[in-house]
């Protein structure tokens, strides 16, 4: 539980009131954000500009223990500072002249934690100030954002492993600031780790070769000069090698992965080229990726100048890449210009969606790209049937909900196709142009919708390719607009035609698939019957290995089929799928498809009762709901 500092408690009958303002100024676009319902912070009194971290990693503990100095930004007449915290053990507070500030702990909220108020410094001056206050803390073992891993949990089995995941509230678990994206903020950090582990952070690496600490800790430094929301603050720990591709990109990962990911990756210098070509110049100088063991819960996380990546997508064959592609695009998209709130994610995930594709259309082919969009449309078609009617807009309202709750396919699909929508108007030529303008004017600056169509609409569109546009129907409008263009890929149509053969009785050893790429696989296996024959599943299974596949991607839709077809000779290969990698996407499906029989949902939670200790508290937030949730 976090404590509250006993000095100067008279000063908090101000502290301890909520916001009453629906509103902030955002002093970097000189406009009025909208406040961020999942924050405590208010930033028009004073606000966060700079974080500067110390943080020993205690492994025994599962803590993180250490400073974080804060630079704060105040107007005339502030005379607290208001952070977000969850979870954290507060030692101390004092001024960077080592004065006690007081400060006062709130009640804490589900996923939102707790308001920190800290009375600040008097000041005589009548101007804005700045002002430097040292929080002492330390996190709990249970940090939602920080996963501990054991040695056996690891490719390399002798060290211990760390990785922080923030994105969307979960900073606040491992750091004390303003956790919101719309209260941009630089960073620096100072790292203590044991002998023989490496740590990296989403920063450009400071550190000096073979830096010891008066403990005889090894010491790495870190900066990111540039001004990046909260979510993105990032650090791993563990055995960690790395190996160059370019001049200014390479992989870390643990040593025994370190080469098959870097050749996995060779294709990333010319992904940046062609992202540079499109939408302007790579702003964060390098571009490194980062493979984690298999319990990180997403498939990538954008964190600028190290994207953090699964294993899942090490296929040996670099057919999943365009993951890569896209975590790379976030440098433009969400990094470079970000959602304002959780409300306008799709703003991060649209626009990156839409790059990704572009990159990978410039890299592999127009074919290859329609392939991407294709397969798209199919999840957003299956997630405006699974969605409630207004988790279908672009422009959400999250209120009182988890801001995880947005992360669908809504913003990633949907918003790509509102821009595949724009291009089908404009035409490509003048949408490129626009983006790279929109990129270059709102650089290091957070971005709502209102905004973004104020901008399109001034920018770009006529009064007459708005109403074939219709953003309105796009933006607060469920479900798929009636103009959202319908990509074909020739590559798939083909592969419907394989589907119908099979559908009336070909053999699988007579279909045409010796040389499908894994987008193909995809979408036969998704077009297949929800009820097939057990004798025709294994069929499939003897002829191509699909129960042995090395590729996630399409072993999962096939475990998929086996659960809805209770095609046992599967079920050994979903067992150790669903224990040997945490990655959400991949484990809601298959739960989700479990519990729905009896039978299933006994298989489920037993499973689950031997992974859920080996998965990130993102993943079982959300698997939590589905298998342990009373009913389920």
Not at 166 to 181: E, I, K, M, N, Y
Not at 197 to 208: D, G, I, P
Not at 332 to 354: K, P, R
Not at 503 to 530: C, Y
Request: aromatic residues 8%; contains cysteine.
């Amino acid at each position: 539980m976090p404590v509250m500092n006993r000095v100067a408690l008279v000063a908090f009958a101000a502290l301890a009131c909520s916001p009453t303002d629906d509103t902030v100024t955002d002093t970097g676009n000189q406009r009025t954000l909208p406040r961020d319902v999942h924050s405590y912070a208010q930033p028009d009194s004073a606000r966060v500009t700079h974080v500067s971290l110390d943080l020993t990693p205690d492994f025994a503990a599962k803590r993180l223990r250490g400073t974080a100095r804060l630079t704060i930004a105040r107007a005339a007449s502030a005379d607290s500072v208001v952070l977000d915290v969850r979870d954290l053990t507060i030692t101390s507070i004092t001024s960077s002249r080592g004065d006690t500030l007081g400060f006062k702990i709130g009640a804490a909220r589900e996923f939102l934690g707790s308001r920190l108020a800290i009375a600040l410094p008097a000041r005589d001056s009548t101007q804005a100030q700045s002002d430097t206050i040292v929080i002492a803390y330390e996190t709990a073992p249970t940090a939602a954002a920080v996963q501990w891993l054991a040695p056996q949990q690891t490719a390399g089995k002798k060290l211990p492993f760390l990785f922080t995941q923030g994105q969307a509230v979960l900073t606040r678990t491992w750091v004390p600031t303003q956790d919101s994206p719309g209260i941009r903020q630089t960073y620096d950090a100072t790292i203590h780790a044991p002998a023989g582990m490496r740590a990296v952070m989403s920063a450009e690496n400071l550190s000096k070769a073979d830096e010891k600490d008066s403990a005889g800790l090894s010491v790495f430094r870190f900066r990111m000069a540039n001004p990046i929301p909260p979510y993105l603050f990032a650090l791993a720990v563990g055995d960690i090698a790395f190996r160059s591709i370019g001049s200014n990109t390479g992989v870390y990962a643990e040593p025994s992965v370190v080469e098959r990911a870097a050749a996995e990756f060779s294709e990333v210098d010319a992904m940046m080229a062609a992202a540079e070509k499109l939408y302007g110049p790579y702003r964060w100088k390098r571009y490194d990726i980062l493979v984690l063991p298999p319990s990180f819960p997403f498939g990538g996380m954008e964190n600028p100048m190290l994207t953090f990546a699964t294993p899942t997508i090490l296929a040996g064959d670099r057919s999943l890449v365009s993951l890569v592609a896209h975590e790379l695009a976030h440098s433009w998209s969400g990094n470079l210009v970000t959602n304002a709130t959780w409300d306008d994610f799709w703003i991060n995930e649209g626009f990156t969606t839409y790059i990704e594709a572009r990159i990978m259309e410039e890299l592999r082919g127009k074919p290859y790209a329609d392939m991407l969009r294709q397969l798209g449309q199919q999840d957003m078609q299956d997630a405006v049937t699974e969605l409630d009617s207004a988790d279908t807009h672009l422009k959400l309202n999250l209120a009182g909900r988890d801001p995880d709750d947005g992360l669908t396919d809504i913003a990633y699909e949907k918003g790509s196709a509102f821009l595949q929508t724009i291009e089908s108007v404009v035409g490509r030529t003048r949408l490129d142009q626009y983006l790279r303008g929109y990129f270059d004017r709102n650089a290091f600056k957070p971005m709502t919708t209102e905004w973004l169509l104020e901008d399109i609409k001034a920018s770009l569109l006529t009064p007459a390719e708005i109403e074939r546009v219709k953003p309105d129907a796009w933006i607060n409008g469920a479900g798929i607009p009636t103009n959202a263009p319908v990509v074909r890929s020739n590559a798939l149509a083909a592969v419907d035609s394989q589907v119908a053969r099979w559908n009336g009785g070909t053999a699988a050893s007579a279909l045409q698939a010796a040389k499908w790429s894994t987008q193909e696989w995809l979408h036969f296996l998704r077009a297949l019957p929800d009820t097939v024959p057990n004798a025709r599943l294994a069929e499939l299974d003897s002829q191509f290995r699909l129960s042995s596949s090395g590729n996630a991607e399409i072993l999962g839709q096939w475990l998929l089929i086996a659960i809805r077809n209770k095609y046992e000779p599967a079920f050994p290969a979903l067992a150790r799928f669903l224990t040997s990698q945490g990655r959400r996407k991949f484990l809601t499906p298959l739960y989700t498809e479990m519990m729905k029989t009896p039978w299933g949902t006994t298989m489920a939670r037993d499973i689950y009762r031997r992974a859920r200790p080996t998965y990130h508290s993102v993943a079982t937030g959300t698997i939590d709901k589905i298998v342990l949730a009373p009913g389920g």
